[in-house]
C-alpha cells in the first residue's frame, strides 16, 4: 500500500465539513420533530373506528413505508415541480427547494415507521385504562391524550429513537439532490484534494458523534417518561 | 317510562324543565345542568326571568318514583353467540341490585351496556332519562353521571392516586385543581387512605387501589355506581376492606348495580339479587327469598355449588 495520509487536508478544508454538519442537523432536527408529528397522526388515525380515516392512513404508511427512499427524494425534487403552476414553481426554486424537498422526503419516509411503532404503543395500553376513563365522562380524545398517551409514550421512545437515528443516517441521501449537508461536502473534498480516505473517516466519525448524542439525550428523555412507574402489575 | 318528557332537571336560570334536544352546560361549581343559553344572558346582565328561587333543600327521593334504570327487552351478541337475550328489568334511585351467575351468563355484558361500553343490537335502554340505545345519543355526558368500579381497578398507572381521583372532575366538570383535590381527599378519607394521596397505583395493595378506584368513581359525584366483579382479582385478605367501603356506601342510599360473587354482601346488603344464566334473568328477588326459598332448578343448583 503506497496511500500517504494527509489528514491536515481536513483542517484546510474544515469550514466545509463544518457547514456540512450544520446542514445535516438541521436538515435532520427539522425531520425528527415533523416526522415525529405527522407519524403519531397517522398513527393514531389507524386506530380510528372510521373506515375510511384508517383506509386513508394504512393506504399513506404502506405506500410510503415500500417505496425507497431516494426514488422518494427524486420524486419530490424533479417530479412535483412539474406538476406545480409555474409562480410556485420560480418560488420554490428561489427558496432553497433541494432542502425543502429533502425535508418533505426524509419526513413523509420515517413518519411511516414511526406511525408503525405509535400504533404498536397504543394497543400495547391495555384496554382496561381506556374503558375507565370513557366511563368516568372522559370524550376520546381526552382518554388519548390524558390516560393513552402519556403511557404509550415510554413504550413507544425506544423504537421511535431508532428511526430518528435511522433518519439522521438517510438524511446523506439528500446529496443526491444537490443539498450541501455532510455527505456532500465530504465528497466536495474528496474531488478537490483526492483525499477521498480522509475526508469519508471524518465524516464517518461526525456521524457516529451525532448519533450518539441523539441516543444519550432520548435515554434521558426515556428516563423521564417512566418517573413514577414501576413495572405494571397486573 | 322514563324520557325527556319525564326528566326531571330544571334549568336554574328559567326554570323551566330541560330537554333532550336542549343545549346544555354544566356549572363549575356544583355540576348542575342548566340551559348554555340562559347561562350567556345571565352573565351578561340580562336577567331571563323573575321568578322565585327553587328552593335549596332537595327534594326527598321517592321510594318508588321513575326508574333511573330500565332495560326493555334488550338483546345483545358477540358474533353469533346470544349474550343477551330479551332482557327486561327496572332499577330504582336508591336501590342495590347484586347480580349474580356462573361466568359468561352475560351478567357483566349487562352491567356494561348501563354506560354503553358494550352497545346492545336490539331493545331500549333507558339510564337517567337518556335513551342509551339511540346511536346518535352522545354518551360521554351520560356517563359523567355514572361511576364504575373494575376487576382490575384500571387506575392509571402514570398518575398519583390523587391524579386519579381529580383527572374527571377537572376536565369533565372544569373544577379547579385545589377544589378537585380537596373532594380528592374527603373521599380518600373516606375509603380510609388520606395517607396515600401522593403515592403511585403500583405502590398501593389491591385493596387499596381498588378503593381508589371507588373513590376516583365518587368524585364525580354520580347518580349510579356500578361495580364489575369488583372483588375478584383481591387476595382473600383485601376483600373484606373493599366490600365494607361499598356497604358504607350503599348505607347513604346510592344507586348501585353490583356484579359479584360475594353471596355475602349479597346477602347482607342488596334490595334485590338477580340471578343470571344463558344471557336471561332465570330469577330475581329479595336476599331472603333467593337465598332461602328460589322457586327456579337452575338457581337451586347454583346456590348448591357455590354455598
Known sequence: MDYEFNWLVLWEYRDLLLEGLVLTIKLSAISIVLSTIVGTIFGIMRLSKSLIIRLIASSYVEFFLNTPLIIQLFFWYFALPMALPGWLQSWLWAHNYEFIASVIGLTIYTSTFIAEAVRAGIQSIDKGQREAALASGLTGFQTLWYVILPQAIRIVIPPVVNQFLNLTKNSSLAMTIAVPELTYQAQAIESLTFRGFEAFTAATLIYICLTLTISLVMGKVERWAAKGQRPMAA | ?307
Not at chain 2, 334488550?74 to 337475550?85: A, I, R, Y
Not at chain 2, 349487562?110 to 331500549?124: H, S, V
Not at chain 2, 347482607?268 to 332448578?297: K, S, Y
Open chain 2, 1 to 307: 317510562m322514563p324520557n325527556q318528557e319525564t326528566s326531571n332537571k330544571i334549568c336554574p336560570y328559567c326554570l323551566e324543565p330541560i330537554t333532550r334536544e336542549d343545549e346544555i352546560t354544566y356549572c363549575s361549581k356544583c355540576g348542575v345542568p342548566h340551559h348554555t343559553e340562559c347561562w350567556r344572558q345571565k352573565s351578561a346582565g340580562l336577567t331571563v326571568v323573575e321568578k322565585p328561587k327553587i328552593p335549596e333543600t332537595p327534594t326527598p327521593k321517592k321510594p318508588s318514583g321513575e326508574p333511573i334504570i330500565s332495560f326493555q327487552g334488550v338483546n345483545k351478541w358477540f358474533g353469533k353467540l346470544h349474550v343477551l337475550k330479551d332482557i327486561n328489568e327496572e332499577i330504582y334511585p336508591g336501590e342495590v341490585v347484586v347480580i349474580i351467575g356462573p361466568s359468561g351468563s352475560g351478567k357483566s355484558t349487562m352491567l356494561r351496556c348501563i354506560n354503553r361500553l358494550e352497545t346492545i343490537q336490539k331493545g331500549k335502554l333507558f339510564v337517567d332519562g337518556y335513551e342509551i340505545s339511540n346511536p346518535k345519543l352522545n354518551i360521554t355526558p351520560v356517563r359523567a353521571e355514572i361511576g364504575m368500579v373494575f376487576q382490575h381497578f384500571n387506575l392509571y398507572p402514570h398518575m398519583t392516586v390523587l391524579e386519579n381521583i381529580t383527572l374527571a372532575p377537572r376536565k369533565v366538570r372544569k373544577m379547579s385543581e385545589a377544589e378537585a383535590e380537596e373532594i380528592a381527599l374527603e373521599l380518600l378519607e373516606k375509603v380510609g387512605i388520606p395517607e396515600k394521596a401522593h403515592a403511585y397505583p403500583s405502590q398501593l395493595s389491591g385493596g387499596q387501589q381498588q378503593r381508589v378506584a371507588i373513590a376516583r368513581g365518587l368524585a364525580m359525584r354520580p347518580k349510579i355506581m356500578l361495580f364489575d366483579e369488583p372483588t375478584s382479582a383481591l387476595d382473600p385478605e383485601m376483600i373484606k376492606e373493599v366490600l365494607d367501603v361499598m356497604k358504607a356506601l350503599a348505607r347513604e342510599g346510592m344507586t348501585m348495580v353490583v356484579v359479584t360473587h360475594e353471596m355475602g354482601f349479597a346477602r347482607e346488603v342488596a334490595d334485590r339479587v338477580l340471578f343470571m344464566d344463558g344471557g336471561v334473568i332465570v330469577e330475581r328477588g329479595t336476599p331472603e327469598h333467593f337465598f332461602v326459598n328460589p322457586v327456579e332448578e337452575r338457581t337451586k343448583l347454583f346456590l348448591r355449588q357455590i354455598l
